[in-house]
């Protein structure tokens, strides 16, 4: 079936460090692929999204490129912050027509250092 | 739009009671999911609803789970009785063939 894989946590770095969170996944066809953003206290929330193969996801400094040959949607990031320390999901959405579930990640938590 | 709603926010409750977490999803959105989130076992898809028709209830963890959406506005998570196990986040969460948008989520303890 569908699935998400994304590198266990948790993820320490200073502050302006580079980041890359690994996300692979499984899937049949084309599906959608999300960051969702989960800020301590508070559901989660859309970072950037893509929905083909060679699409790039980008917000908030974040980014994430569709990789259909090696199935992955690894996010990135050039510099963090302190203010970017949360728990980031890695999703899909098949491409099943009438499937609209989404699939996600068990979760990376990023704590950034001042 | 005020994004999806969820009460209540957090319920506290003795083994053995019947608790009721609840949704109102974004307006003209025909997709909703109930999720229950965990340390030990991360975000867990418990049921789908599609135009306020259960699709897939299979992460529904036991019969004592129940979730009913009656129209497009509004949905249920029942669990009767509970149990201290199931103490959690539930987050409910809605689309519109896009990306998801989720509720602040429900804490429930169960003692």
């Known amino acids: 079936g569908d699935s998400v894989t994304q590198m266990e946590g948790p993820v320490t770095l200073s502050e302006e460090a580079f980041l890359t969170i690994n996300c692979t996944y499984t899937?049949?066809?084309?599906?959608?692929l999300f960051w969702y953003v989960q800020y301590p206290g508070e559901g989660l929330q859309l970072l950037l999204k893509?929905?083909?193969?060679?699409d790039k996801g980008s917000n908030k400094g974040f980014e994430a490129t569709y990789r259909k040959e090696t199935t992955s949607f690894h996010l990135e990031k050039g510099s963090v912050q302190v203010s970017d320390s949360a728990v980031y999901f890695c999703?899909?959405?098949?491409?099943?027509?009438?499937?609209?579930?989404?699939?996600f990640g068990t979760g990376t938590r990023l704590k950034v250092l001042a | 739009d005020a994004g999806v709603i969820q009460s209540p926010r957090h319920e506290v409750t003795e083994m053995g009671q019947e608790v009721t977490l609840r949704c109102k999803p974004i307006?003209?959105?025909?997709?909703l999911f109930w999720y229950r989130q965990t340390m030990m076992r991360g975000l867990e898809l418990l049921i789908y609803?599609?135009?306020?028709?259960?699709?897939?209830d299979s992460g529904m963890p036991e019969d004592r789970f129940s979730a009913k959406m009656p129209n497009a506005s509004f949905s249920t998570l029942k669990i009767q009785p509970s149990e201290p196990r199931d103490s959690a986040v539930y987050f409910c969460?809605?689309?519109?063939?896009?990306?998801?948008?989720f509720g602040q989520g429900t804490r429930l303890t169960v003692v």
């Open positions: 969460a809605s689309s519109e063939q896009g990306e998801a948008f």
């Open positions: 899937a049949t066809g084309y599906p959608s």
């Open positions: 893509a929905t083909k193969a060679d």
């Open positions: 999703a899909l959405s098949p491409s099943t027509s009438g499937t609209y579930k989404y699939i």
């Open positions: 307006s003209g959105h025909n997709s």
């Open positions: 609803f599609n135009n306020n028709v259960p699709i897939d």
